[in-house]
């Protein structure tokens, strides 16, 4: 069974980048195919900002995403989406503020 990442509001400033992955054929200055890469040729990747952490807060993320490794899925729902998806995150930044803040920035990929 699949964990749900810690319900920990993120940034209105996240951000959803999609990318379809495309195999570019040039024949001729004139003439060029663009195929999709592979059988799932899109990917949704969102840039998810946590900003002015709690240490509890902090740890709590760093924790969930360190033990998903990268590879384990995690449901996750975007802001302004209705549903939620499996997700990995296998990359992140701890940003410190100040003494009692720290921001966080992960790389949310939708799990295909």
Same mark, same amino acid.
């Given at each position: 069974?699949?964990?749900t990442? @810690?319900?920990?509001? @993120? +940034?209105?400033? #996240?951000?959803?980048?999609?990318?379809?992955?495309?195999?570019?054929?040039?024949?001729? !200055?004139?003439? #060029?195919?663009? =195929?999709? +890469?592979? /059988?799932?040729?899109?990917?949704?990747?969102?840039?998810?900002?946590? /900003?002015?952490?709690?240490? +509890?807060?902090?740890k709590?993320?760093?924790?969930?995403?360190? =033990?998903?490794q990268?590879?384990? !899925?995690?449901?996750? =729902? @975007? @802001?302004?989406?209705?549903?939620?998806?499996?997700?990995?995150?296998? #990359?992140?930044?701890?940003? !410190?503020?100040?003494? =009692?803040?720290?921001? /966080?920035?992960a790389?949310?990929? /939708?799990?295909?």
């Open positions: 069974m699949y964990q990442l @810690p319900d920990i509001l @993120p +940034a209105q400033s #996240s951000v959803l980048q999609n990318d379809i992955r495309l195999n570019d054929r040039h024949f001729s !200055p004139n003439y #060029s195919t663009h =195929a999709p +890469a592979s /059988l799932q040729p899109w990917q949704r990747v969102w840039q998810v900002k946590w /900003l002015y952490l709690e240490t +509890a807060e902090l709590e993320l760093d924790e969930f995403f360190t =033990a998903h990268g590879n384990i !899925p995690f449901y996750w =729902a @975007p @802001p302004h989406l209705p549903a939620s998806g499996l997700y990995n995150c296998s #990359s992140w930044q701890v940003i !410190p503020q100040s003494d =009692a803040h720290t921001h /966080l920035y790389r949310l990929v /939708l799990a295909s």
